[in-house]
């Protein structure tokens, strides 16, 4: 138990970790089990919700990711009490902290710090928090629709200094918000204030992705009134406080998504473990388009592929359309399809930077705004490459399973963001990946290679 303690306090200190490579020598099929982790965008979002809870909450599947270190220490630093129960289970106690004071230095580095605002104005009736970090697919992300959402709840928000600054005299009041564009950020942060509101809160053209159902369900279980998450409309009816509890995070889609995709690229016959297949359908139907087996199980889904590869058409869009986070890792897969495919960028403005990287490698992508057109090669080649941000990070190793020869990936702090125990993972249904620290001096020191 000491030994279990200590790594996992460890996983609360990001300081001084050291800068490591993925080394991949593809070509290999792969075949086995992977379990799929608690999924990262639910987890983002429901660890903030904490603050607002008065009492301790026991979080299960949680995944260990550093995005989620990452808020978990900020809500330390604010005084939180945090108690690791195993591995995947925390225990978070807010009541202690008295003052939406947080380190800003910390909330610059991730995108879900801006999911403090909505839970700081629940509580508090003020908000201090850094604009958002995390990846960057063109600017600073816009966070107006939020911005719209709270000034319509009474709020008083203004951006200065790369802070966002919201007060309220005596809370946010509850009204009717319409979303401009269907925003997973500004639907969650708006829920998240309007829990704890006075009145009642309806969002129209809200987000319906399942991680948007997963907070709702975790902020009723501790005491709220939200109604019709998953539809484009949802009912909050605030009340006067939220209760400690126990709630178990949904497995992760893009995850899951991920290792699909990385079983169509590189061949093979994977059982998928841990998820639910009915959010794996907008990518199950596209892989079946380009020639894979896809077939869903109870809380499983085993891919295989055997045959080439299929060209197809991508568009991403909101849930349930094909996801924004897949694109990187399809048009990986696309990039060894016969024929021409076309990926369409639904979501956001600069999606593609990483098909530089994939040219690297062989890949034929043409980029004219929103839209990549993907000659499909007979092989990638491996080659020094370096990830941009988190899911074109997957991507790369993606390519790099398919590539003949040796890739190197570096950057894989944006990958480990996201995916937790991506090399372990992949290692275990016979890939040959491992990650290798990048030293200071000749002595070249190998983790995970065991």
Known sequence: MAAVFSGLLSWLQLEGEPVTKYVINGGRPLHGEIEIGGAKNAAVAIVPATLMVEGPCRIENVPQISDVTMLLNILKQMGADIRMINRHTIDIDCSAIRTPDATFDMMRRIRASYYLIGAMLGRFGSARVAMPGGCNFGGVRPIDQHIKGFAAMGAKVEVKNGLVCAETDGGLTGCSVYLDVVSVGATVNIMLGAALAKGKTVIENAAREPHIVDLANFLNSMGA????????????????????????????????????????????????????????????????????????MDDCIRVTRETPLLKTNVKTLPYPGFPTDMQPQIAAVLCAAEGTSIVTEGVWDNRFKYVDELAKMGAKIQVDGHLAIIEGVKKLTGAPIKACDLRAGAALVIAGLMAHGTTEVEGVGYIERGYEDIVAKLRGVGADIKSVVLPDDPAVEVRNAG
């Open 225 to 296: 009134d939200i109604r019709g998450a998953g539809t484009n409309v949802i009912k909050i009816t605030g009340v006067e406080k939220l209760r400690g509890g126990s709630y178990s995070i949904i497995p992760d889609q893009i995850e899951a998504g991920t290792y699909m995709a990385a079983v169509a690229g590189a061949g093979g016959d994977v059982l998928i473990k841990n998820v639910i297949p009915k959010h794996m359908d907008c990518i199950s139907i596209k892989l079946r388009e380009m020639g894979v087996t896809v077939t869903d």
